[in-house]
């Protein structure tokens, strides 16, 4: 197998960095641009991020100009080996501008514009706003293009939000129009006979709001829709004159671990590579780490998904992050962890927020390589070197690995929308997120590498896929579960499937819809119950605990594998698997804990005799398949030392220690 090929470019090993503001300290950049070039190489880094708020400094009045300290810092960088990630500065933008075009601000939900200020705060439809751009891009691209420290486009900063403003709203009036064509159509697809919603010119729809109409759901989700059309196409905006000048610079956007306001499926759509910020909020509690280590592997694999590929980790804090509500330091180890495990689930980069902290601004006491002090002999920076200088160099083999994922998990970001929307069950608390991970929890245990797509992708060379709460099934989907099945594979989903559809109108004759042949069962009815109530499923020969969400359903075709012990539905089914062609079909009725969901997928890893390696107690196993095989990343997130047993072997992992073992193909 050839050597993959690394992201960024220049940069052969594992990239290493994080976000660098030296316009922060140009007065004293004598001594501080010197000292920060020096400790980042004695920390093992190769790479600073710059430019992510640069705006101001790069064009201090309108069409002037000042790159001089840039061209220096870019020329430091390259001098000292260092690869530049540069970013375009649109996250935030110059006082000047917003006071000469107000209309470049942000208008929100309740109509008003906002002030100037803070970040992430612009119109994305304002002509203004995107002239002003490209023309910073431009001159960015042009200077910058060619030049020896490039290697990758960092694209503004976590696009999010939305803007309420009137160019916005003809925009998606626009939008309505090309997506639908008549207003006939848009009134079918958002039922809006319901309470007199019928529109009859498109003048009328406005943006869901609190101030107007905010239960419409076929409106909330073609807003959101084109929310993320929008950045879409701010960013291709964004793009053009970087591609133009330098094409063979890969352009990326740092996304958000749990933001739902954009689909990040579609975005990843125009992104040369998935990035994002990792902030996981480690208590030093051994038991809840164990958990955080999962959620926090859970939205590694869901950026590895968007794309099926390597993905950079462009920000993690190395100690404490100011912006939680108890700012905790990482415990000694936490970092080298926390870095390794983003690796072992597909990044190929590990940066940091930030290189130095600030003297003054909000971030000021957010973790850094370089603390106020100045020099590099602090705990943290001791953590950084250690993982720069001792663990990165052995993982040069690593870059560009796939990882190798026969179990795929759904999660469909506009079907997280639809669950949130809905007024029913348990009213826009029906816990999308909270019940994917509960499964995927169930495959990280096993230490089986998981891949998490949407309902668009392929399901091609999966030998199972798990597809909880599968609530909106999109056009196409069901009929892909169905060729999937049949063609031998393994579907697992869940109560709350199969109810609406891509515009968010119940499918009739029976739930769940267009799956009812492929899962032959038919639901009947759904069940809330208050918290503290449970009812219990009895499957082979165990009852385990059931609540929140029960489902009554009949098996139709299927045969039914578990059923309910209480309520006035006990013995009715309550697990369920049909067999459709060579595959097989599985319903779970009611919402279960682990202890459920480990013995259910263990008996299904068992039958499709998938690899696992299980670790148990927080001890967490990924594989990266590289180009002479692969390497098992066995990681400890636990207080006790744990034995990983490999081919007959026993390996001792000490607690918060790690293993890395190679294992030739
Ligand atoms: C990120 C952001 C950075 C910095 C960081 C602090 O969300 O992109 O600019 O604010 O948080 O944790
Ligand atoms: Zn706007």
Redesign the pocket.
Known sequence: MKRFEPIAKGVSGILHGG?YNPEQWLKWKDGIWKEDLRIAKEAGLNSLSVG??SWAMLEPEEGRFCFDWLDEVMDGLHKNGLTAVLATPS?ARPAWLAQKYPEVLRVRADGHRNAFGGRHNHCLSSQVYRAKVKIINTELARRYGKHPALGLWHIS??YSGECHCPLCQAVFREYLRAKYGSLEALNEAWWSAFWSHRYTDFAQIEAPSPRGENDTHGLTLDWKRFTTEQTVDFYLHEIGPLKACAPQIPCTT?L?AGYTGLDYARLAEVLDVVSW?N?PQWTGSSEKDEQIALETGYFHDLMYGLKKKPFLLM?S?PSA???RPVAKLHRPGVHILQSLQAIAHGADSVQY??MRKGRGGS?KF?GAVIDHVGHENTRVFGEIKKFGREILPQLDHIVGAPKPAKVALVHDYVNGWAIEGMRGALQGETGYTKTLMAHYGAFWRQGVPVEIIDQGASLEGYALVVAPMSYMLREGFADRVKAYVEGGGRFVTSYFSGYVNDTDLCFLGGFPGPLKEVLGIWAEELDALYPGDENAICWNGKQYRAFELCELIHAQGAEALGSYAGDFYAGRPALTAMTLGKGKAYYIAARTGADFLDDFYQSLLGELKLPAYPGGGGLSVQIRAHEKGETLFVINFGAQERLFKLDGEEIPVEAHGFALIERKS
């Open positions: 976000d992510i708020f996250g900063n976590e740092n958000m910020d902030y920000e804090s992050t100011n912006w927020f930030q971030e957010h």
